[in-house]
């Protein structure tokens, strides 16, 4: 938060990551805070008892997307094909994950995949492999709300604990959304 980062996802992962959560939300209140790799409803029921305001899935799941509508919870299912994309949208859903981006085909695969489906006014995360050099490209296209990825939080800095490090990750990662605007 320190390098302008307002807006993060922690995966439910590991053992440890309902209590990051829950660590995370009572620190900083005002940060608008993911829960990633939904794969459960249990897991948008925690996730909302913790005060999370968005969910992530790294695919589609009809009974966990009626889940989420039913409780007015924020959720960005993954999809990766056209027949998923078509039912995505087909259930009402406006914003999706693109995952695996990069090991599918990366910036050029995420153009050829969205553009039938242009006129809906949909908008994409696409994650998965995109490393920091990327991101631009990806920001170019205007039906890319943001792009995920996990270098603003390399491993060995967090073992470290060299959070320093992480704010000028944070800093600099600021600069590659810049649209030109």
Not at 58 to 74: A, I, Y
Not at 85 to 105: I, Q
Request: net charge negative.
């Amino acid at each position: 938060m320190k390098g302008g980062i307002g807006a993060f996802e922690i995966t439910l992962r590991s053992a440890s990551a309902l209590g990051s959560l829950q660590a995370v939300r009572k620190e900083f209140p005002e940060l608008t805070l993911g829960a990633g790799t939904i794969l459960e409803k249990e897991q948008i029921t925690q996730a909302m008892d913790l005060g999370v305001d968005f969910g992530v899935c790294p695919g589609w799941d009809d009974e966990l997307w009626s889940h989420s509508q039913e409780h007015d919870f924020p959720l960005f299912p993954g999809i990766l094909t056209p027949s998923e994309l078509t039912h995505a949208c087909k259930s009402g859903c406006r914003t999706l994950k693109v995952f695996p981006v990069e090991p599918a085909g990366g910036i050029a695969y995420l153009k050829s995949l969205i553009a039938p489906f242009r006129s809906l006014n949909l908008k994409y995360l696409p994650t998965g492999g995109i490393g920091r050099d990327k991101v631009a490209s990806y920001l170019e296209d205007e039906a890319v709300l943001t792009v995920g990825g996990s270098w603003l939080t390399p491993r060995g800095l967090i073992e470290k604990k060299k959070f320093e490090g992480i704010t000028e990750l944070a800093i600099a990662s600021l600069s590659l959304g810049n649209r030109g605007t």
